[in-house]
């Protein structure tokens, strides 16, 4: 068990390009969520997907958010036409869903973004 | 709306002052109200749920406690390696994981 796995880890880009993030979540994991945090604040839920159907979205992200899964293991958070305020940490946590009630997420460590 | 409340945003304690970190807490139908531990450049690490009031849970030096609108993490004896941003969360009526913004912990020696 590795664990959560993110890359990159850190990501520069100038405003108005496209940017790209995976994670690999902990193996046999069905769940994986996407969470944004900026500095000061919790993480914001951004998606999660169950296996590789995409279960639910936030009301606040911008349609230039889009997350996959496509065979139910790694997952991609692209960002298009980055803006300066989607400079934040994006974080990935899976977890192993058999009940809810005692479902733990697990965390990688975040790609760090920052738009110029 | 769902809402997650912590207090305060940041304590200072010397080594071995206990303390207590407070999260408040509204839900439509509590389903877990989670604490996790975050260090600097990292993903926050699960720590505990609590599922009612009333249940307490145990960790080392740490003890979170539940009532029906606010937990408490209790801080017995801290060393300057419990400095870190705690995390209280409850989960959302859609299922994902609602977070307050963490009470950063300082723990001087």
């Known amino acids: 068990d590795t664990g959560v796995s993110q890359d990159p880890r850190h990501k520069i880009t100038k405003r108005g390009q496209n940017v790209t993030f995976r994670c690999d979540p902990i193996s046999e994991h069905n769940r994986l969520y996407w969470y944004r945090q900026t500095l000061g604040q919790g993480p914001e839920f951004l998606t999660y997907f169950q296996n590789e159907a995409q279960l639910e979205k936030s009301r606040l992200l911008s349609d230039r958010f889009s997350a996959e899964r496509p065979k139910g293991s790694f997952s991609t958070l692209e960002i298009q036409r980055t803006e300066q305020g989607d400079s934040a940490m994006y974080l990935c946590?899976?977890?192993?869903?058999?009940?809810?009630?005692?479902?733990?997420?697990?965390f990688g460590s975040g790609t760090q973004l920052s738009v110029l | 709306e769902d809402q997650v409340t912590q207090s305060p945003e940041a304590l200072r304690l010397q080594e071995g002052e206990s303390s207590s970190l407070n999260c408040s807490y509204t839900?439509?139908?509590?389903?877990?109200l989670f604490w996790y531990r975050q260090d600097p450049g990292k993903g926050p690490e699960f720590l505990f749920t609590?599922?009612?009031a009333g249940e307490e849970k145990e960790k080392e030096r740490l003890k979170a406690t539940l009532t029906k609108k606010e937990s408490f993490l209790h801080i017995t004896a801290p060393k300057p390696e419990d400095s870190a941003t705690y995390l209280c969360?409850?989960?959302?009526?859609?299922?994902?994981?609602?977070f307050g913004k963490g009470t950063k912990l300082s723990v001087k020696p």
């Open positions: 839900v439509s139908g509590l389903r877990g």
């Open positions: 609590l599922y009612s």
């Open positions: 946590a899976s977890s192993l869903l058999v009940i809810q009630a005692n479902e733990k997420l697990f």
């Open positions: 969360a409850v989960r959302g009526s859609q299922g994902n994981l609602i």
